[in-house]
């Protein structure tokens, strides 16, 4: 099975700061990865897929990149209602897809 | 607008089954695969199992493989998941999710979450 990793459990930043928060996959998954943010209490909620698109209603001040085996997801400005944990997920070839251990954004 | 309601967690001894089901609406159920993800109390996400669209293809995590089997009905628009030899690290939040049709596995809606415990 294809393994998750990202490299920070948290982060400590400040509102308007440039936020990036990265995963890696244990192979190859070309542009499989998608992200989720989750509020404490709440379900995830999709950010990112495929990488890079922009899923409908999220702001723009979020974005991905990368492709084979790292990934990014940027926070432009980081706004007060960021402050959430981010999952990556891979979803190439056939299940089982994964999620990353998660990175906790937390006030600095 | 969609709507995912889960029900039929709750405490169940460890050994023991428990069925979560999960009423669907707002969209066309039989277009969509439909995956269940759970997480432990404090941990991360951990992705269980999916089912395609018609329900003739279904994939598990290897933690759950075995033990647990998801299916659906699409005539009736729920989705659910049947749980045998429950253990006590299967405790955790038992999220029903869409998959979306712009990418294979990206969810793109989730339910609010049924509560699992497994403990004597």
């Known amino acids: 099975d294809i393994q998750m990793t990202q490299f920070s459990s948290s982060l400590s930043a400040s509102v308007g700061d440039r936020v990036t928060i990265a995963c890696r996959a244990s192979?190859?998954?070309?542009?499989?990865l998608n992200w989720y943010q989750q509020k404490p209490g709440k379900a995830p909620k999709l950010l990112i897929y495929?990488?890079?698109s922009l899923q409908s209603g999220v702001p723009s001040r979020f974005s991905g990149s990368g492709s084979g085996t790292d990934f990014t997801l940027t926070i432009s400005s980081l706004q007060p209602e960021d402050f959430a944990t981010y999952y990556c997920?891979?979803?190439?070839?056939?299940?089982?897809?994964?999620f990353g251990q998660g990175t906790k954004v937390e006030i600095k | 607008e969609v709507q995912l309601l889960e029900s039929g967690g709750g405490l169940v001894q460890p050994g023991g089954s428990l069925r979560l089901s999960c009423a669907a609406s707002?969209?066309?159920?039989?277009?969509?695969?439909m995956s269940w993800v759970r997480q432990a109390p404090g941990k991360g996400l951990e992705w269980v199992s999916v089912?395609?669209?018609?329900?003739?293809?279904?994939y598990y995590a290897d933690s759950v493989k075995g033990r647990f089997t998801i299916s659906r009905d699409n005539s009736k628009k729920t989705l659910y998941l049947q749980m045998e030899s429950l253990r006590a690290d299967d405790t955790a939040v038992f999220y029903c999710?869409?998959?979306?049709?712009?990418?294979?596995?990206?969810?793109?809606?989730w339910g609010q979450g049924t509560l699992v415990t497994v403990s004597s």
């Open positions: 999710a869409k998959e979306g049709g712009n990418i294979v596995g990206a969810i793109d809606y």
């Open positions: 707002g969209f066309t159920f039989s277009n969509y695969a």
């Open positions: 089912i395609s669209n018609s329900g003739g293809s279904t």
């Open positions: 192979q190859s998954i070309s542009s499989y």
């Open positions: 495929a990488a890079s």
């Open positions: 997920q891979q979803s190439y070839s056939s299940p089982p897809w994964t």
